[in-house]
């Protein structure tokens, strides 16, 4: 074929294609049963915490805190053996533990060895987001439509929290042989080991392989591509020249360094404080719900109305993620904003209409930041630093989840809940001033012209 080598300029060229679809349906799929994992410890909390006679602060803490504080070292571990092995080896292996760590919870005796089967489950669930739909969606898609496909990958796996409400409101409340919400880890765990084979299908990044100086792997991949492409479309749009910079070992000090010291400083503290904004209300919706007084039926009901607005939310950014008007970087400070103050909604109301109503709309706008900025944090470095720069500040998300998943809830225990979201709302303006005036502009930029 034309023009061998040249890989990232070629995939950037391509139309969508069916192996593209299938690339994302794939890539889909591991990322539903990662936020499958993220989302059961919101809903099993009140159970733990009978379960072990611990209270509900510490139910979170050991549902929810520790399963963040192995995800904070299963993603700079994980990333790095993406720069390393390749971004496959690393996506095939977390897999692996993040099974493990679920299928153990039942054989938990104690709050303790409990807790670390959340953290080993950490491990395994810390890197999935970031590099497999965040990197290889970046290192694979064009930048025309790379935002817009990357939201569809998440609008496809946000059924996730769906399927869990759903489950939760039949299984929680029985015993099967054992407690019923350790079925939802058992159904968890399974479900990761049955689509281990499928990771298998993945290809290995182009952009990885060429920047290692692996053209004939390389080759063959973008060769694929491009040869459906021809079959599908009959041609092939003309090639513009794109630089790729090749290294084999990058420094830590390069993501410090006059080109990037500044994305790397909005978004080392980005990552560290939206986490109290996302996750204070998705691990915490139930148990907010059970402070002010509901059942435990009752509140896992109004949590599925509530949680079917990650979805639709997600639903909605495909649409808006790629717009040169409303760049990803303006998304992200406009979200987290409304965010703050909808939450402070949430957490003063009492009435059910109401609580239903912000509750809905505040899932809604947590997933088109959610897409915005996943998309956003990939793209703001090139390929030779970005499975260990994005892993940096995505595994410092993980580590601000632990203190805030630690204290949130102490916060919502001793003064309520308008308390805590009283909390997030400040730390949701921090966030907001923070990308405003530090991030640069992204929307259907190429990653090589983004990320020199």
Same mark, same amino acid.
């Given at each position: 074929?034309?023009?061998?080598?040249?890989?990232?300029?070629?995939?950037?060229?391509?139309?969508?294609?069916?192996?593209?679809?299938?690339?994302? +349906?794939?890539?889909?799929?591991?990322?539903?049963?990662?936020?499958?994992?993220?989302?059961?410890?919101?809903?099993?909390?009140?159970?733990?915490?009978?379960?072990?006679?611990?209270?509900?602060?510490?139910?979170?803490?050991?549902?929810?805190?520790?399963?963040?504080?192995?995800?904070?070292?299963?993603?700079?571990?994980?990333?790095?053996?993406?720069?390393?092995?390749?971004?496959?080896?690393?996506?095939?292996?977390?897999?692996?533990?993040?099974?493990?760590g679920e299928l153990l919870i039942p054989l938990a005796s104690n709050i303790g060895l409990y807790g670390l089967f959340r953290f080993i489950s950490g491990l395994?669930?810390? =890197?999935?987001?970031?590099?497999?739909?965040?990197?290889?969606?970046?290192?694979?898609?064009?930048?025309?439509?790379?935002?817009?496909?990357?939201?569809?990958?998440?609008?496809?796996? $946000?059924?996730?929290? /769906?399927?869990?409400?759903?489950?939760?409101?039949?299984?929680?409340?029985?015993?099967? /042989?054992?407690?019923?919400?350790?079925?939802?880890?058992?159904?968890?765990?399974?479900?990761?080991?049955?689509?281990?084979?499928?990771?298998? *299908? /993945?290809?290995? !990044?182009?952009?990885?392989?060429?920047?290692?100086?692996?053209?004939?792997?390389?080759?063959?991949?973008?060769?694929?591509?491009?040869?459906?492409?021809?079959?599908?479309?009959?041609?092939?749009?003309?090639?513009?020249?794109?630089?790729?910079?090749?290294?084999?070992?990058?420094?830590?000090?390069?993501?410090? !360094?006059?080109?990037?010291?500044?994305?790397?400083?909005?978004?080392?503290?980005?990552?560290?404080?939206?986490?109290?904004?996302?996750?204070?209300?998705?691990?915490?919706?139930?148990?907010? *719900?059970?402070?002010?007084?509901?059942?435990?039926?009752?509140?896992?009901?109004?949590?599925?109305?509530?949680?079917?607005?990650?979805?639709?939310?997600?639903?909605?950014?495909?649409?808006?993620?790629?717009?040169?008007?409303?760049?990803?970087? $303006?998304?992200?400070?406009?979200?987290?904003?409304?965010?703050?103050?909808?939450? *402070?909604?949430?957490?003063?109301?009492?009435?059910?209409?109401?609580?239903?109503?912000?509750?809905?709309?505040?899932?809604?706008?947590?997933?088109?930041?959610?897409?915005?900025?996943?998309?956003?944090?990939?793209?703001?470095?090139?390929?030779?630093?970005?499975?260990?720069?994005?892993?940096?500040?995505?595994?410092?998300?993980?580590?601000?989840?632990?203190? $805030?998943?630690?204290?949130? =809830?102490? +916060?919502?225990?001793?003064?309520?809940?308008?308390?805590?979201?009283?909390?997030?709302?400040?730390?949701?303006?921090?966030?907001?001033?923070?990308?405003?005036?530090?991030?640069?502009?992204?929307?259907?930029?190429?990653?090589?012209?983004?990320?020199?």
């Open positions: 074929m034309e023009n061998k080598g040249n890989y990232t300029a070629r995939l950037e060229r391509l139309p969508w294609t069916s192996l593209h679809t299938k690339l994302l +349906i794939l890539l889909a799929i591991g990322e539903f049963f990662d936020l499958f994992d993220l989302f059961i410890g919101g809903f099993v909390v009140p159970s733990v915490a009978a379960y072990y006679k611990v209270g509900r602060a510490d139910a979170v803490f050991y549902t929810v805190a520790l399963l963040f504080l192995g995800a904070f070292v299963g993603c700079l571990l994980f990333t790095l053996i993406g720069d390393a092995y390749g971004r496959r080896t690393a996506i095939v292996l977390n897999m692996f533990l993040l099974s493990i395994g669930v810390g =890197p999935e987001a970031v590099l497999v739909l965040d990197i290889m969606s970046t290192e694979f898609f064009p930048a025309r439509i790379r935002g817009r496909r990357l939201a569809l990958g998440y609008t496809l796996a $946000w059924t996730s929290p /769906i399927v869990i409400a759903v489950l939760s409101i039949f299984i929680i409340p029985r015993t099967f /042989i054992i407690p019923g919400w350790q079925w939802l880890y058992i159904i968890s765990g399974l479900g990761i080991l049955s689509i281990i084979p499928l990771r298998f *299908l /993945i290809p290995e !990044s182009p952009r990885w392989l060429e920047v290692k100086g692996k053209f004939e792997e390389a080759e063959k991949i973008v060769s694929k591509f491009e040869e459906r492409a021809l079959k599908e479309y009959g041609s092939l749009p003309p090639l513009s020249e794109i630089k790729v910079v090749k290294a084999e070992k990058i420094p830590i000090s390069t993501i410090f !360094s006059k080109e990037y010291r500044k994305r790397t400083t909005m978004l080392w503290i980005f990552e560290f404080f939206q986490t109290a904004a996302y996750y204070g209300f998705t691990s915490l919706a139930v148990t907010v *719900l059970l402070t002010k007084g509901f059942t435990i039926v009752s509140t896992l009901q109004y949590s599925l109305i509530i949680y079917t607005g990650y979805f639709t939310g997600s639903l909605i950014s495909v649409f808006i993620i790629d717009s040169k008007k409303f760049d990803r970087k $303006w998304q992200i400070v406009t979200m987290i904003i409304l965010i703050g103050i909808d939450g *402070l909604i949430f957490g003063y109301s009492l009435n059910v209409p109401i609580l239903l109503t912000s509750g809905f709309i505040l899932a809604n706008m947590a997933n088109i930041f959610s897409n915005a900025f996943h998309q956003y944090g990939a793209e703001l470095y090139p390929t030779r630093i970005r499975g260990f720069a994005t892993g940096a500040q995505y595994s410092l998300s993980r580590l601000g989840n632990f203190i $805030w998943q630690t204290y949130l =809830p102490k +916060i919502l225990v001793a003064y309520g809940p308008f308390a805590m979201f009283l909390a997030i709302f400040i730390i949701a303006i921090v966030v907001a001033l923070d990308v405003g005036i530090l991030g640069p502009k992204a929307s259907q930029i190429k990653v090589e012209e983004l990320s020199p």
